[in-house]
Each structure stands twice: as C-alpha cells, then as structure tokens.
T-cell receptor, first 115, second 111 residues
Framework: EAGVTQFPSHSVIEKGQTVTLRCDPI?????LYWYRRVMGKEIKFLLH????????ESGMPNNRFLAERTGGTYSTLKVQPAELEDSGVYFC?????????????FGQGTRLTVV | GQNIDQPTEMTATEGAIVQINCTYQ??????LFWYQQHAGEAPTFLSY????GLEEKGRFSSFLSRSKGYSYLLLKELQMKDSASYLC????????????FGAGTQVVVTP
C-alpha cells in the first residue's frame, strides 16, 4: 500500500513567486494535515481537512497561504507570493480517524527554499 | 500555549541504551506519540501512550506519567541505523487529531 506522498521533494523559488505543494494521502484516509518545520524549530500544525472540508486552519500563518482538497482526495498548499520566512520543510500527514490512539502517517516533506 | 521540551542531542555507542526525556504542559491531554525521523525522510510512528506506565515494543519502550507531564523513550541495544531525530508529540482533547511537537532529539550512535 502506498504511503503519503508529496510533490515536489524540493523547490527553490524567488521571493514574490508562487509555489504549489501537493500531498496525496493514504487511500481512504479522510483526515489530512499540513505541518511545517522552519529551520531550528519544531514541526508546527498548519491546518486539517476532513474529506474536502477545512476542520481547523488555526495554524495558517497568513492569507498568502491557501490550501485546498477538492474532492476529498489529494490536497494542495499554495504560497503566493512567497516570502523568505516561508522557507522550511512542509509535511503532510493523513489518518483514518482522529481518536486518541489513531496514528498519523507522514509524507517525506517538501523542502521549500525562498531566495 | 503548550511547552514540549526534549534535549537537542544525545550521543551513545553501539549496543548501549539511551533514554530520551520529554516534558510537556498541556490542557486536555489525550495521548503522547514518539516518532523517528531520518534525515530527509518522513517521520515514522514508534509508540503511543495515553495511560501511565510503560509500553514495550521490541528494542523500544516508552513511558508516561500524566501527573508529572513526563514521558521517555528508551532505546536498547543501539544500532547504527538508530541514528535519527526522535520527536515527542502530544495530542489534546478536541484537537481533531492534530499534534503538538517538541523540537526533536538528534541521537548519534557511534561505533
């Protein structure tokens, strides 16, 4: 069974440009999460989808970030326009449920560098 | 807010035991996870505790004390492949599964 996959694995863009990250969760997982790790800091929550609906977007930094999950399958995270502080590793995770012991499966991340 | 603290780095020799501590302050605790992450790879699930006590899984064990806000991950019979970052993460009640992470502990295993 395929795990959580993310594209691209690396992206280098100039400040002011637009970048779109994609996440394909494990098939059948209704819950999809985006997280981000900036240099030297902990992994931080960005937002959570249940199927195609945004359940919690309290971690989104600002309105330059737009996440979608049309059809409740794969998700995209667009950064427009990108700023230097957006550099970091963006992780996607998926899970079947949200209960206490439910494990979240992570992708390998997309390393975004804004220059 | 929440504080989840763990040491930045630990070094141990092959065959030894290492204990990684994690302390947390949170309201509505609903479970603690340990993940392993090799450089450039996905974090992978190691263990989960929600009740006090020790959970053992082969060479890895995890302990939780809810009253102390404390957990540890014990790695026994260390192997070179155990060199990785170990992430402590807490889940809260009514959080719909989102995790709050510590900054991770880099374990370096030397020959």
């Amino acid at each position: 069974e395929a795990g959580v996959t993310q594209f691209p694995s690396h992206s280098v863009i100039e400040k002011g440009q637009t970048v779109t990250l994609r996440c394909d969760p494990i098939s059948g997982h209704d819950n999809l999460y985006w997280y981000r790790r900036v240099m030297g800091k902990e992994i931080k929550f960005l937002l959570h989808f249940v199927k195609e609906s945004k359940q919690d977007e309290s971690g989104m930094p600002n309105n330059r970030f737009l996440a979608e999950r049309t059809g409740g399958t794969y998700s995209t995270l667009k950064v427009q326009p990108a700023e230097l502080e957006d550099s970091g590793v963006y992780f996607c995770a998926s899970s079947q449920g949200t209960g206490s012991g439910t494990e979240a499966f992570f992708g390998q991340g997309t390393r975004l560098t804004v220059v | 807010g929440q504080n989840i603290d763990q040491p930045t780095e630990m070094t141990a020799t092959e065959g030894a035991i290492v204990q990684i501590n994690c302390t947390y302050q949170t309201s509505g605790f609903n479970g603690l996870f340990w993940y392993q992450q090799h450089a450039g790879e996905a974090p992978t699930f190691l263990s989960y505790n929600v009740l006090d006590g020790l959970e053992e899984k082969g060479r890895f064990s995890s302990f939780l004390s809810r009253s102390k806000g404390y957990s540890y991950l014990l790695l026994k019979e260390l192997q070179m492949k155990d060199s990785a970052s170990y992430l402590c993460a807490v889940k809260q009640d009514d959080s719909w599964g989102k995790l709050q992470f510590g900054a991770g502990t880099q374990v370096v295993v030397t020959p």
